[in-house]
């Protein structure tokens, strides 16, 4: 009877401690919904112990956006809500023994939506961008090198930045650090096509004709860009003086894309008039203005000159 009793006892005990053991853990549950307040199936909740021992914990949501995770020892944890599509939010709280500790709700916004959130880094970037342009556009042309400076050692090479400071370079006529900030834009992006053609220019404008051409050579040959580069690079060409080059590149321009680029058109007119074949010179200026080019600067020129060619 004796050991019966003990045995007894002991079992009695072991009752006893098994709540307490239970209370050493704590609970987190909680919600991940979108910016609507709509539940978030599947989103993954990471859970880490910020107390100085590393323990991680990933559980997903169900189809009420909830989640919960069970066993965590109480104090300080940093949980993080994501979900593919969307930016992810982090928390921290303290999770404590007994009852269920019910964190706030995680309320997910879209990437695009994020993005668009003041105090953003990507509405910082756009601000900062946008004063460094103001500042050029007025002739504070030190200050927007600053800016310009500033935005790139924030953010690193974004072409436009570079495009943008080499600009500002070429109007303080500093020729060295325009050529730099160009070709980090190019290196950025090297099917930049605009930057190709403004760094010729450039060279251009130097009187360094064997450069230019050296950086028309460079350029995309291919795709959107190239046909980009192709018809904008006849107009180079013609600054550089290489007007049978630039004939060259016009008609390629039009092989490529015979709509998009007008002025085109208007050039091949006048290389034809310089060879005295008006039938082919009547025929680029109708095919010019055919396509409604209400914005070039060569509209008026050009009605003048086939209204002339027609009468003779």
Avoid at 3 to 10: D, M, Y
Avoid at 135 to 144: F, I, M, P
Avoid at 247 to 263: L, N, R, S, W
Wanted: glycine fraction near 8%; charge should be neutral.
């Amino acid at each position: 009877m004796k050991r019966a009793f003990i045995a007894g006892g002991l079992l009695l005990g072991l009752a006893l401690l098994a709540p307490s053991a239970q209370a050493q853990t704590g609970t987190a549950r909680g919600k991940v919904v979108d910016a609507e307040g709509k539940p978030l199936a599947e989103a993954k909740v990471l859970v880490e112990f910020s107390g100085g021992i590393t323990r991680k914990f990933e559980i997903k949501t169900n189809k009420k956006g909830e989640f919960m995770q069970v066993g965590l020892q109480p104090g300080p944890y940093h949980f993080t809500a994501s979900k593919e599509g969307y930016q992810p939010v982090s928390l921290d709280y303290h999770v404590s023994l007994g009852d269920p500790t019910t964190l706030p709700d995680f309320k997910l916004l879209t990437a695009a939506a994020a993005a668009q959130q003041p105090g953003s880094p990507q509405v910082e970037l756009k601000e900062s961008f946008q004063n460094a342009v103001a500042l050029a556009t007025s002739g504070k042309l030190d200050e927007a090198e600053a800016a310009y400076i500033a935005v790139l050692a924030k953010h690193g090479d974004i072409p436009e930045v570079d495009y943008n400071l080499a600009q500002v370079y070429i109007l303080k006529k500093d020729w060295a650090k325009a050529e730099v900030s160009f070709r980090k834009a190019i290196e950025a992006r090297p099917d930049y096509a605009q930057a190709y053609l403004a760094l010729s220019q450039m060279f251009v404008t130097m009187g360094d004709k064997a450069k230019a051409a050296e950086v028309l050579a460079q350029a995309p040959k291919e795709g959107a860009a190239g046909a980009t580069m192709v018809c904008n690079s006849g107009l180079t060409l013609i600054n550089a003086g290489e007007n049978e080059k630039a004939q060259e590149a016009f008609e390629k321009c039009i092989a490529a894309d015979p709509t998009g680029f007008p002025d085109a058109y208007f050039f091949l007119a006048s290389a034809a008039m310089n060879r005295n074949d008006i039938p082919k010179a009547i025929e680029m200026l109708e095919k010019f203005l055919s396509l409604n080019p209400s914005k070039s600067q060569h509209l008026a020129t050009a009605q003048a000159l086939l209204a002339a060619l027609k009468k003779k």
